[in-house]
DNA sequence: AAAACCTTAGCACGAGCGTGTCAAGGTTGA
DNA sequence: TCAACCTTGACACGCTCGTGCTAAGGTTTT
């Protein structure tokens, strides 16, 4: 066999041979496997772990959420979907591409009358309020 | 005053009153504040809101993965952490450039020390360790 | 001033996360 | 062969997420 078991793994990354099979699960850091199905953590693997830990540690995530951040990067529709979303979001121009921007200010007026001024680009149209409280 | 309160905000947009205030603690959606304190829903956030519901249902995910990929863009630090802990991927090179592939394995060594240094105290480099079971 | 809103703060509760531990059974190596 | 490891599966438990509901108290509108 060529590299280490899970629980030589577990020992010189710091996690249990326990999260070792659950942070496999989560689909980050899948080791190979021995004929016989052992798990076999090479070098590679040991590292990421470690810089997994040091990564939930640091920032104080979840594995959830680096599982998440996986399936941003893996799945093009759900990034994409999720970088509109975030596109539109009410903050300031700085970082929104020229046209988006063009756009916003086009609509500033319209924004305006409506209520919200310094929020939001986005095509409001099926915007018809129940009863605007003005 | 001058925007949807929080019920009709809610009835046009399927969230509950409960919720609404749910996804403003989250740090999605923040509407405008009347003088009294009211909150106020233009188009824009209704907008956003639908949005939000689609993309929520579409991809099966929840606020907090929405709120996660918020921090992963507000914050460069976890974000090249992030982006950094992929990029050194036990995946086949295929989809890694080419570029970033060989920089990877020249920094090798420079983060395995690293990695080490802030991490759990056991002794490390993987290339030597407890005993390979070989 | 009363009805109908709004605010924050809290309890409750099922579902999922992060983790340990135990059980039943296969593999390895001395 | 036998101890020591491995595998998957499951129960358990505390914590957070998503959600509704109630309470105590301001605001708006009629």
Redesign the interface.
């Known amino acids: ?5 899970i629980q ?1 793994a577990a ?4 996690w249990s041979p326990r999260m070792l099979r659950y942070v496999e699960d989560a689909g980050l ?1 899948e080791p190979l496997r021995s004929a016989a199905g052992y798990r076999l953590y ?7 772990l ?6 939930l540690a ?2 104080d ?1 979840g594995l ?3 599982g ?3 399936r ?2 893996r ?1 093009p ?2 990034r994409t ?2 970088d ?3 596109a ?3 903050r300031r121009p700085e970082n929104v591409p020229a046209a988006d921007w063009l756009r916003w200010e086009q609509d500033k007026h ?2 305006l009358l ?3 001024a310094h ?6 149209h ?2 018809k ?6």
Chains 1, 2 share one sequence.
Not at 1 to 5: A, E, N, Q, S, V
Request: glycine share 4%.
């Open positions: 066999m060529d590299g280490l078991t030589q020992q010189t990354t710091g850091i090479g070098p590679a693997e040991l590292q990421r470690r810089t997994l830990r040091a990564l640091e920032f995530i959830t959420d680096v998440f951040a996986q941003l990067r799945d529709a759900l979907a999720v509109h979303w975030f539109a979001a009410p319209q924004r409506n209520a919200n929020l939001a680009p986005l095509d409001a099926s915007t309020p129940i009863k605007e409280t003005a």
